[in-house]
């Protein structure tokens, strides 16, 4: 009773702007303020210290973080858990020390371990290195049920709602929802993907510019490797093969928009593109697709975005979208998840003089944790875009492969560190 006569005194002197690391100095400690919290949350109050947009990689690995540090968390999700997602869905191993220390296993999910990357021309000549840190295939269906399991069962308030408008006044954010809803918090965090209403609504420049690529998504049921993630490219575009948890092949494909319009539709241009590597030919000509019919995105844009605007704190694809080319779309989201969450955590720490302070330094951090390896991806594009994977690349690549594992190293972060 003492604990949580102490929560509500803090509540009320300064409205969640209290050091959660220095009150969780026990786990009943951590359990008597989930069950405050619960009671309140019952009692329909709708304020909390961070306001979770988007329930994604980046956004649930958030809130579980923050959950951990007993911070009230709520994530607005427009769909329910569990959806398949437009994805490559492979996963560097570098996430694993820093997913284990929030409770999360991939390969109790029924991750399948994946060593080798092989890359191929259109015409089908192909190359293979091993990853040096070897990664994962999971499905988004599974990956992201498993986290919002994991984000509720620490006490994080997920939301099936779709936010339509974030207004920040007199430091704090209100968000409003498509049913009505009107949610106040200290703290917004975007985490809603590659790009959606809101960003209209917030008027961000990368709006307004070309966004030419649409991308395509299904599973096979099929002969392939576990332990292989391949790039195979086309005329306009690249595909990745590779197995998750149930062995379904997971085939994901981008290319730009123009050239898709020229044919009828996804079956057609496969056939008639995708098909002119033998590789890709063989593997969908002799597979089953699992899904009634492939899932699409368009109007895809690899722009340069702000992580920081009108003081929203943006995270995983919604701060900035890597080419899928790279392979490592999924790492950087959970990373930029746990770099987040530390500076959030400092801010309701007072560690940071003013919320600009953080800001800045979060912005600072994310620049210098992705901005090259963004860089070496819209390089790696222009090249292929330009000369395509020709012969005297290909040539080049295959007599020296330490290009190739050096080139997956630039586009890959080293193993996070387990805080």
């Not at 702000?306 to 890597?322: F, K």
Request: overall charge positive.
């Amino acid at each position: 009773m003492l604990f949580v006569a102490k929560i509500r005194f803090l509540k009320q002197k300064n409205r969640f702007n209290f050091n959660p690391v220095s009150i969780f100095k026990t786990e009943p400690d951590r359990v008597n303020y989930t069950a405050e919290m619960s009671k309140n949350i019952k009692k329909h109050q709708t304020d909390y210290a961070v306001i979770v947009v988007g329930g994604g990689l980046a956004g649930l690995t958030a809130a579980i973080h923050l959950s951990r540090f007993g911070i009230p968390t709520l994530v607005l999700e427009k769909n329910t858990y569990p959806k398949h997602k437009v994805c490559g869905e492979y996963v560097s191993n570098e996430v694993l020390p820093y997913l284990n220390w929030l409770g999360i296993d991939p390969f109790g999910m029924g991750a399948k371990k994946i060593s080798r990357f092989r890359l191929s021309t259109p015409n089908g000549k192909h190359l293979e290195a091993t990853l040096p840190l070897g990664g994962f295939g999971l499905s988004r269906y599974t990956f992201d049920a498993g986290l919002a399991k994991k984000a509720r069962e620490q006490g994080v308030i997920i939301m099936e709602e779709t936010a339509t408008d974030i207004q920040f006044e007199n430091d704090r954010f209100r968000v409003k929802t498509r049913s009505g809803q009107s949610i106040s918090g200290l703290i917004v965090v975007a985490a809603y993907g590659k790009r959606a209403a809101l960003d209209m609504a917030l008027n961000r420049d990368f709006i307004s510019r070309d966004a030419p690529f649409l991308a395509v998504k299904t599973h096979l049921k099929g002969d392939f490797p576990e332990d292989l993630v391949s790039l195979h490219t086309f005329k306009g575009g690249y595909c990745g093969l590779s197995k998750v948890e149930d062995g379904s092949i997971n085939a994901c494909y981008i290319t730009d928009f123009e050239s898709f319009k020229k044919y009828r539709d996804i079956v057609e241009f496969q056939e008639s593109v995708l098909y002119k590597n033998p590789n890709l030919q063989t593997v969908f000509e002799n597979s089953e697709p699992l899904f009634p019919k492939p899932l699409t995105i368009s109007q895809i844009s690899f722009e340069d975005k702000d992580p920081v605007e009108n003081h929203i704190l943006m995270c995983g694809d919604t701060a900035g979208l890597i080419h899928p080319l790279c392979g490592n779309g999924m790492a950087m989201a959970i990373r930029s998840a746990q770099i987040l969450s530390r500076h959030m955590i400092s801010f309701f720490n007072e560690e940071f003089p003013t919320r600009e302070a953080m800001e800045k330094s979060y912005e600072k951090t994310w620049k210098a944790e992705f901005k090259f390896r963004l860089k070496v991806g819209r390089v790696i594009a222009a090249a292929f875009k330009k000369y395509g994977l020709s012969g005297s690349l290909f040539s080049i690549l295959k007599s020296f492969p330490k290009i190739l594992t050096k080139i997956i190293t630039l586009t890959h972060g080293k193993p996070m560190k387990a805080e």
